[in-house]
């Protein structure tokens, strides 16, 4: 019992130190926003830097720190660690960090030795700061490049080629004048009208809307079922019945005879076709139909 109590002492303990490890972090990181997320690096969390001395850092950084570092700060010719990645320039603020490492130099085994460097205090603050200007221009993965954004156009269609289009390939299911009617209105954004009638969904004919996929199950004694496809592979289909229940049947090759209805299938035949020219000049034709 005694050894029971002193485990859940130590645990109490190492819980309450890191609470107040991060409350202090936070406290240190007065300067940030005012509702910043507090998760994360500091590195990433810091106001940004003043330009002249973030300038004076890059060349000090080129100067000292390039020919191991790299140019990109991922690494150089004599090996240096990629500093976009390391702890210590993540959780830097002002140079406090880098202080000890540039003084005293670094030696880890695997890896070349960094020699000591006698810098001022200012000048490594100074490289702290460039090194934190690049740190802050860095996107989360899959993230847009720096800048700002991209306008795209895609409204570089020819109209009468995409009525042409429309009526040749689109009108067995949709209709100008019916299910499709005012659809430029419906989209503010044209991209996100292009983007919808490829995907089939622009209009509520048979190619478009919310009508799920639905699928009728013959068995061998010609019994039919028909619903709502929930799961459909080469081994099983499921099917969510207009009462309300759901049911699944066993596939073995053709047994049992499954047709399957998706309303999409007209737009599923033509996404190969598709030429970007037929895609421009469709919505074009569509932004009209006001």
Not at 91 to 117: C, H, T, W, Y
Not at 119 to 134: G, K, M, N, Q
Request: with cysteine.
């Amino acid at each position: 019992m005694r050894s029971k109590i002193t485990w859940s002492a130590c645990g109490l303990l190492a819980f309450v130190c890191t609470a107040l490890q991060l409350e202090a972090q936070r406290g240190a990181r007065g300067g940030a926003v005012q509702g910043a997320p507090t998760v994360g690096f500091p590195a990433q969390q810091r106001p940004p830097g003043d330009a002249a001395m973030i300038a004076r850092g890059k060349t000090l950084y080129e100067i000292h720190c390039r020919l191991c570092h790299g140019a990109d700060l991922r690494g150089g010719e004599q090996g240096g660690s990629n500093l976009l990645r390391s702890a210590i320039t993540l959780n830097d603020q002002s140079g406090e960090l880098l202080q000890p490492v540039i003084r005293e130099g670094r030696k880890n085994p695997g890896l070349p030795s960094m020699p000591a460097n006698d810098l001022s205090t200012e000048d490594i603050r100074a490289i702290a700061e460039y090194i934190h200007s690049v740190l802050a221009m860095g996107q989360r993965q899959g993230g847009p490049p720096p800048g700002p954004p991209v306008e795209l156009n895609v409204l570089v269609g020819d109209v009468s080629a995409g009525r042409l289009y429309f009526e040749a390939k689109c009108m067995s299911c949709h209709s100008a004048t019916g299910d499709l009617r005012g659809i430029g209105s419906r989209f503010a954004n044209p991209i996100q009208l292009q983007n919808t009638w490829v995907a089939g969904g622009a209009g509520g004919g048979r190619g478009g809307g919310a009508t799920p996929v639905t699928a009728t199950v013959t068995l061998r004694s010609g019994q039919k079922f028909e619903g709502r496809v929930i799961r459909s592979d080469e081994f099983i289909i499921a099917l969510a019945l207009e009462d309300g229940t759901s049911r699944s049947f066993r596939r073995d090759g053709d047994v049992p005879k499954v047709e399957i209805h998706n309303p999409r299938e007209g737009h599923l035949k033509l996404l190969p076709a598709y030429t970007d020219k037929d895609i421009h000049d469709v919505t074009a034709y569509l932004v009209t139909l006001k």
